[in-house]
């Protein structure tokens, strides 16, 4: 026992001393409220294949706790609403919880984050006064064992605990809820954890587009929106979002806690009268925010500020009651496939463009595996490429016409162009986890792409 203790003590250090050199992150939601989802380790591989390092959950399912273990990628788990009671009245429900739904799985689990509640002011029985003090116990669990300074707990919240927003400089919480987010924001404060807020520009939009422009809630605007108390210029809805969080914590004399987006995105399809639900415009929405996040750009009042942030959701969700938009927030449907492109890295395909002699004129690219990769990350991309990528990679098998060269990165070069092609040779289609090179030089002269 006193060694299994030394070994989480360990790792817990040396997981606390990397977040000093962490900037901001992107990571998404995986909800699983839907039919014919894959199975939790299938989800695990189709998480890595796409570069996607931290995954949000909402409980502590044993199934996908056991199914990311020793991927590297780092989970944030929920307590859901039905056990906030049981929570908030007894230590012993909180520690038995721990003890047998996440320490048999961590550290070869990477939990950094327990969420306790989900939007607790927004439910039907409002359970918001059971939060804190059912966070207390969850931290209490963690002290006992040695793990609160290495897994923080909070609670997230919808943008209705702010009574106005804009301009941000007045952003203010709202009075009903201040019984319940005092105390809160205390222990945030204490514990050194995050205002956790979910976030969508989407709405704003589509209830007020009158008031509101696409192209600002979508970061696509040329022009700015002023905040007359300060002067700040704001060229996107969701920065001027965050800043109204910052004024209202600064106006409760809370300085230092940080805010950390835990829902974030786009619809891809919506019913008659939510015409902006479209895949190009979830596909802008959410490659922008990536970029904006991944490089610390920070917001009008907090230039250069990391902000942590998650994008809903992994699959699309048919089960989720409402309008038609609310099942099709999903980057990817149940079968794996992608809903649109999106680059998780923020930095987009490499795209080599020599002039040496070879290159075409015609505007032809192919996509072929990087040299640099290293054998896992290319046999998981050409599992996935060949499987839910839909590539038919029966050339590549023994005996067949493109098995020789029989190397890797010639089979996996064959696939990922093959799943490039399809794709409408776009510069995320050659992604793979940062494991595909978009090139303009014909490729069969240099690693001896097959063609069938």
Known sequence: MASRFKLVFAVSLLFLLLDFCRGSIVGVCYGRNADDLPTPDKVAQLVQLHNIKYLRIYDSNIQVLKAFANTGVELMVGVP??????????????????????????????????????????????????????????????????????????????????????????????????????????????????????LYPYYAYRDSPNKVSLDYALFESS?????????????NMFDAQIDALYFALMALNFRTIRIMVTETGWPSKGSPKEKAATPDNAQTYNTNLIRHVINDSGTPSKPGKELDVYIFSLFNENRKPGLESERNWGLFYPDQTSVYNLDFTGKGAVDITSGANGTNSNGTTWCIASSKASESDLQNALDWACGPG?????????????????????????????YYQQNGASDVACSFGGNGIKVDKDPSKSIVLCRT
């Open 390 to 418: 839909n590539v038919d990679c029966s050339a590549v098998q023994p005996s067949q016409s493109c098995f020789e060269p029989d190397n890797l990165v010639s089979h996996a070069s064959f696939a990922f162009n093959s």
């Open 81 to 198: 609403n039905s056990d906030l009671l049981a929570f908030s009245q007894f230590q012993s429900n909180a520690d038995s919880w721990l003890k047998n739904s996440i320490l048999p799985y961590y550290p070869a689990t990477k939990i950094t984050y327990i969420t306790v509640g989900l939007e607790a002011t927004e439910s039907p029985d409002n359970a918001s006064a059971l939060v804190v003090p059912a966070m207390r116990n969850v931290l209490t669990a963690l002290k006992k064992v040695g793990l609160h300074k290495r897994i923080k707990v909070s609670s997230t919240h919808s943008l209705g605990v702010l009574s106005r927003s804009f301009p941000p400089s007045a952003g203010a919480f709202n009075s009903s809820h201040a019984f319940f987010l005092k105390p809160l924001l205390e222990f945030l404060a204490e514990n050194q954890s995050p205002f956790m807020i979910d």
């Open 223 to 235: 022009s700015e929106v002023i905040d007359p108390n300060t002067g700040l210029l704001y060229t």
